[in-house]
T-cell receptor, first 114, second 113 residues
Framework: GAGVSQTPSNKVTEKGKYVELRCDPI?????LYWYRQSLGQGPEFLIY????????DSGLPNDRFFAVRPEGSVSTLKIQRTERGDSAVYLC????????????FGPGTRLTVL | AQKITQTQPGMFVQEKEAVTLDCTYD???????LFWYKQPSSGEMIFLIY??????QNATEGRYSLNFQKARKSANLVISASQLGDSAMYFC??????????FGDGTTLTVKP
């Protein structure tokens, strides 16, 4: 079956612009996660959805970052007023039920803020 | 706070030999899970193996095994019979009691022909 997909694969934007990153989880997976991976580092947790609701958003760095999952499937990570420090690979993962299940990752979106 | 330490930024191994990638963790939770992921240059994180803190036996998945030493808080990954396709970045991760996952900074493995 299809794995986690993310679009776009690459996004280049200018400082101050708004961007949206999309994640399509594995079909039937209830839990969805966003991570940010900076060069040379491991993924850093941003937010966890259980169904449509954000069960844990403690990893979002500030209020410029927001994520939604309105129908409990596809999720969109939204970044307002982008800064150069936001440049990173944004990874999405999903798991079958909740955080006790193994997470399966998508290929990531590489965001570059000029 | 949970912490994962991978002390080997880079490792080299000869094809067909075994290699051990080190991982130590720090937690006060009695219940946790340990994972290893592989990240090739394509960027996708591929799940390799899982070990629960209460599991009595070390986890194995094909050529991958996890050397779990609970008292030492280590969860080293052993790859047997290395293949050229094993060249990648490898991440150790821990899931705490609340379900939050923390990743180490990774080890780059290069398999030499």
């Amino acid at each position: 079956g299809a794995g986690v997909s993310q679009t776009p694969s690459n996004k280049v934007t200018e400082k101050g612009k708004y961007v949206e990153l999309r994640c399509d989880p594995i079909s039937g997976h209830t839990a969805l996660y966003w991570y940010r991976q900076s060069l040379g580092q491991g993924p850093e947790f941003l937010i966890y959805f259980q169904g449509t609701g954000a069960a844990d958003d403690s990893g979002l760095p500030n209020d410029r970052f927001f994520a939604v999952r309105p129908e409990g499937s596809v999720s969109t990570l939204k970044i307002q007023r982008t800064e150069r420090g936001d440049s990173a690979v944004y990874l999405c993962a999903s798991s079958f039920r909740d955080r006790t299940d193994t997470q399966y990752f998508g290929p990531g979106t590489r965001l570059t803020v000029l | 706070a949970q912490k994962i330490t991978q002390t080997q930024p880079g490792m080299f191994v000869q094809e067909k030999e075994a290699v051990t990638l080190d991982c130590t963790y720090d937690t006060s939770d009695p219940s946790y899970g340990l994972f290893w992921y592989k990240q090739p240059s394509s960027g996708e994180m591929i799940f390799l193996i899982y070990q629960g803190s209460y599991d009595q036996q070390n986890a194995t998945e094909g050529r991958y095994s996890l050397n779990f030493q609970k008292a030492r808080k280590s969860a080293n990954l052993v790859i047997s019979a290395s293949q050229l396709g094993d060249s990648a970045m490898y991440f150790c991760a821990m899931r705490d009691n609340a379900g939050k996952s923390t990743f180490g900074d990774g080890t780059t493995l290069t398999v030499k022909p």
